[in-house]
C-alpha cells in the first residue's frame, strides 16, 4: 500500500469548482433517493432505451458506425442495413455485459479477475480478440484519437508497458478497494482516479475505454448512484468527446509524476456526472409526475395546482381522500420539491412551487 501513497497525493487540495460539483451532485443523489418510486413498467422502459443508446455511444467513441436504430435491430435479431461485422460483434459483447452489471452488481466486487472477466465477456463476439480477451496485454499499446469515422487523427499518450502491466493493476485495484472500504475519500474522486489510472495503464490490447464505461457504470451502483441504468453516461461522454479525450491527455501527461495533476480530469468526469445526476432528478419532474404518482397521490397534486394554497384538512374536503393518505402525497411532493410548506402545527399552509 505504500507505493500507493502517490494517489493519495492527488486529492489535496482540491479546486473550489471539484468541491463545489460533489456537493451538487450529492444534492441531486439525495433527491433521487428521496423522490417517489418510479413503477416497476417505467424503470423497465428506461433501462431497456439506455442499453441500446450507451452501447451505441460507447461503441461508437471508439470508433464504430452502428447507429442506435440500427443496434435495436441487431439486439433483436432482425438484418441491419448497413451491416459490418466487427462492429455487430462489439455492440452486442457490450450490450450484454452491461445488461448483466445492471441486474448483478450487488453480487459483483470489483477486483483483478472481475476486470479480466468483464473483458472476456465484452469481446467474447470479436474474433480478432480471441488470443487476449480476458488477459492482461502482452504488447505495447498507445492511446489514440479517432474520429467520427473511426480513423486514428492523434496519439494522446503512451502507456503503461506490457512488462509493468500486472504490478499496475494489482496496486491501482488493491488502493481503490482500501479506499472504498475505509471511506478515505468522496466515492467520486475514487471512481474518477480508478479511471484515470485505468485508461493510463491500458492494460488490455484492446477494449480499454469500453471496458472502462462498463465499469463506470459498476462503481456508480455500488456507491449509491442507483439512477445509473436509467440514464447513459456514456451518451453524455459520446457528446462531448472532444473534450474526453482533451481531460484525458492534459491529466495523464502527469500520471507518472509523484504529484500529478488530475484536476482537468476531475473537472470533466464531475461535469458529466453531474449533468448524468441532473437528467436522472428530471425524470421526477413535471412532464413524468403521472407515471410517478398514484392516483390518489395525483389527486392531491392536481388540487394544490388549483388553490392558491390550502391546509391538509381542505385537501381531504375537496379531494375525498383520508388524510392520512394526504399526509403521506404531501411527504411525497415536498421530496420532489413540487410544493412548499408554509407555517408549523395547525397553521401549517402547502402550495405547489412555481416552475
Known amino acids: ?7 493519495e497525493k492527488r486529492f489535496e487540495d482540491l479546486a473550489p469548482s471539484i468541491s463545489k460539483k460533489l456537493r451538487q451532485i450529492d444534492e441531486l443523489k439525495g433527491q ?11 424503470l423497465g422502459r428506461l433501462k431497456r432505451s439506455v442499453l441500446l443508446t450507451s452501447t451505441g455511444a460507447s461503441t461508437r467513441i471508439e470508433g464504430s458506425k452502428l447507429s442506435d436504430e440500427e443496434i435495436e435491430r441487431l439486439m433483436k435479431g432482425l438484418s441491419v442495413k448497413k451491416f459490418i461485422d ?13 445488461e448483466n452489471v445492471f441486474d448483478s452488481w450487488k453480487r459483483t466486487r470489483l477486483n483483478e479477475s472481475t476486470i479480466k472477466s468483464f473483458h472476456k465477456e465484452l469481446l467474447k463476439y470479436t474474433n480478432k480478440d480471441i488470443r487476449h480477451r480476458g488477459d492482461y496485454k502482452k504488447g505495447e499499446n498507445v492511446v489514440q484519437m479517432v474520429d467520427a469515422q473511426g480513423k486514428q487523427i492523434a496519439v494522446l499518450f503512451e502507456t503503461v508497458p506490457a512488462y509493468l502491466t500486472p504490478k499496475a ?3 491501482l485495484v488493491e488502493w481503490t478497494q482500501h479506499a472504498f472500504d475505509e471511506g478515505m475519500y468522496h466515492p467520486l474522486l475514487i471512481i474518477a482516479n480508478f479511471l484515470v489510472e485505468f485508461l493510463y495503464i491500458h492494460p488490455f490490447q484492446d477494449g480499454n475505454g469500453r471496458l472502462s464505461r462498463i465499469l463506470t457504470n459498476l462503481l456508480l451502483l455500488k456507491e449509491g448512484y ?17 473534450e474526453y479525450y482533451l481531460a484525458l491527455r492534459k491529466s495523464q501527461k502527469t500520471v507518472k509524476g509523484a504529484r500529478a495533476n488530475i484536476t482537468p480530469w476531475l473537472d470533466f468526469f464531475f461535469a458529466m456526472v453531474l449533468k ?4 436522472a432528478v428530471d425524470l421526477l419532474s413535471q412532464e413524468n409526475i403521472e407515471k410517478i404518482l398514484s392516483p390518489k397521490q395525483l389527486s392531491v397534486w392536481s388540487y394544490l395546482q388549483s388553490v392558491e394554497q390550502t391546509t ?37 399552509r402547502y402550495k405547489a412551487r412555481i416552475a
Open 1 to 7: 500500500m505504500a507505493n500507493n501513497k502517490r494517489f
Open 32 to 42: 433521487w433517493i428521496a423522490g417517489a418510486q418510479l413503477s416497476s413498467q417505467v
Open 86 to 98: 466487427r462492429d455487430s460483434q462489439e455492440v452486442r459483447g457490450y450490450y450484454e455485459l452491461l
Open 169 to 171: 493493476m494489482q496496486e
Open 226 to 242: 442507483g439512477y445509473a441504468p436509467y440514464v447513459s453516461h456514456e451518451k453524455l461522454i459520446e457528446d462531448n468527446k472532444a
Open 276 to 279: 448524468h445526476s441532473q437528467v
Open 312 to 348: 391538509p384538512r381542505e385537501i381531504v374536503l375537496h379531494t375525498k381522500i383520508a388524510r392520512p393518505t394526504v399526509n403521506q402525497a404531501l411527504e411525497v411532493l415536498l421530496r420532489l420539491k413540487k410544493i412548499e410548506r408554509m407555517g408549523l402545527g395547525r397553521s401549517t
